[in-house]
């Protein structure tokens, strides 16, 4: 059983994790799962290591967040396996985010000592000035679709910045994490910068958003999770990031290659067998090219290579869980019920792990629930539109606001488009969300603060004011 890390101790918590792989339907690890005593032990721990690693000299730090990412780069292929077995993506793609990882590591490494405070130009003759101050400890509370990557997105400006960390992994993929934390040590961390401590959400993440001693709660998740750790933040006053859920559009003008365009509309969806909060799951066609678009769109889904994650030729893998499959194979029942088009998609593979084929839904329009809700699984709608205006209105009717994409070769539209579409990331002519140097999070219910970029700073900083009297 792989025990917890909290400091340089590897105890072996409360209970056990039966960690499973979603492309066999079988156990693949054993993970301990901290209780209560556990997690105020690696509180405690960070607690401890705060005023040493806040009190090195950002330079120091940035020095062994490097050795961090050059340790990550030098185990990309053990990670990316790692990943590729327990979410069940395609190995290519966990080789990405295996690199991806390091490369945060390193872009934060190199934002340690390039995040500066201010003078102020005051009323008075003294000297005043702002300092970035560290939060103290920061609590990751991450997902299973990109667990490393996401965990990285809040670890990398966390240590930068001086904070200490208690991450706590889903319970479906607390692998990676666990790893992470040990190639940490491995690099030079002290103990107790990083600790790892897989747990129920219910109960320990919820502890953790309680726990007096935690200054921030940086979450990624569901909304519903976030507007509950957003209640219970605020019995203490805790800063919080929340990077939650999303419904994202993707608008296509009939000027762009359609065939191209059907591309990318299935990949930004079906990447990561559709548990992407960014997937961009309500395709808005304009009319004139609808049915070439849908018969598009079918003709790559239904030829999409869906399979074994560890196989290079694969371009999807199964979902998580028995239970997001049943979820998915309901909202594909639902479509139907709802009177949209099913046009492909939806079934199950042959065999034990949790496989289902990309399904997409024509002729859908806002109101129905495969319209409003996340899915989550690899399931895309399609909706036609007439005018720009009523392009913009269907893609802004939603809670959501996480990302989207638009395509059309008219310049002057697609400034006009993306500055009318409320979403806090938007690309045009591309499906790419994440750009490691620039801010990425929601609008509206997808999200509070940004992540990655110099941005990213300013959410594991305090801002302090202080006032030299010269006279
Ligand atoms: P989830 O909210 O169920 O779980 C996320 C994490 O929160 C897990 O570690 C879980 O154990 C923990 N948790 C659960 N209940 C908790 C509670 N009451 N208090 C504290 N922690 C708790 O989400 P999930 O199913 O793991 O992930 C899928 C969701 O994440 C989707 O909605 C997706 O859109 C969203 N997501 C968002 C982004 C983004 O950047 N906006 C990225 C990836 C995933």
Not at 391 to 406: E, H, K, R
Request: charged share 20%.
């Amino acid at each position: 059983m792989q025990p917890l890390l909290i400091g340089d101790r590897r105890p072996a918590g409360a209970g056990t994790i039966s960690v499973i792989e979603p492309a066999l339907a079988r156990p693949m690890a054993e993970v301990a799962s901290a209780g209560p005593a556990e997690l105020d032990q690696a509180v405690a721990e960070a607690n401890q290591a705060f005023p040493d690693w806040s009190g090195n000299t950002a330079v120091a730090r940035a020095e062994i967040l490097f050795r961090f990412s050059d340790v990550v780069r030098a185990h990309v292929e053990e990670l990316a396996t790692l990943e590729a077995r327990n979410v069940g993506k395609p190995i290519g793609d966990a080789r990405w985010e295996a690199n991806h990882v390091a490369d945060t590591l390193r872009y934060y490494a190199g934002a340690a000592d390039k995040f500066f405070g201010e003078t102020v130009q005051g009323a008075k003759a003294g000297l005043d000035i702002t300092l970035r101050q560290p939060l103290g400890v920061v609590g990751l509370i991450v997902p299973w679709n990109f667990p490393m990557v996401i965990a990285t997105w809040k670890l990398g400006p966390a240590l930068a910045c001086g904070n200490t960390v208690v991450l706590k992994p889903a319970s479906l993929t607390p692998l990676s994490a666990l790893r992470l934390g040990e190639l940490g040590l491995e690099a030079g961390l002290p103990p107790g910068v990083l600790n790892v401590i897989p747990g129920p959400g219910a109960k320990i993440g919820q502890q953790l958003s309680a726990h007096p001693d935690i200054a921030k709660i940086a979450f990624t998740g569901e909304t519903e999770t976030g507007r509950r750790i957003m209640a219970t933040a605020a019995e203490t006053i805790k800063r919080i990031s929340l990077e939650l859920g999303g419904k994202s559009p993707n608008i296509i003008f009939a000027d762009v290659d359609i065939e191209e365009a059907a591309k990318h509309a299935c990949a930004s969806v079906f990447a990561n067998a559709g548990q992407d909060c960014c997937a961009r799951a309500r395709v808005i066609v304009e009319r004139k090219v609808y049915s070439k678009l849908v018969e598009a769109m079918a003709a790559v889904a239904t030829t999409m290579r869906v399979g074994d994650p560890l196989d290079d030729k694969t371009e999807m893998g199964p979902v998580i869980s028995a239970s997001q499959r049943e979820r998915t194979e309901n909202y594909v029942a639902l479509g139907r019920q709802e009177g949209a088009r099913h046009v492909c998609g939806g079934e199950r593979l042959e065999g034990d792990g949790y496989f289902l084929r990309p399904a997409i839904f024509a002729d859908a329009r806002p109101g129905m629930r495969i319209v409003d809700e996340e899915i989550f699984g690899p399931m895309v709608v399609v909706i036609p539109f007439d005018t720009e205006a009523e392009a913009v209105a269907i893609a802004n009717d939603s809670i959501y606001g996480l990302s989207g994409s638009l395509w059309t070769n008219d310049l002057k539209r697609g400034l006009r488009v993306a500055r009318a579409v409320r979403t806090g990331v938007l690309s045009v002519n591309s499906s790419s969300s994440v750009h490691l140097q620039a801010p990425f999070g929601g609008f509206k219910q997808s999200g509070l603060g940004r992540e990655l970029g110099m941005h990213a700073m300013e959410h594991y900083t305090e801002l302090q004011n202080i006032y030299f009297e010269t006279n």
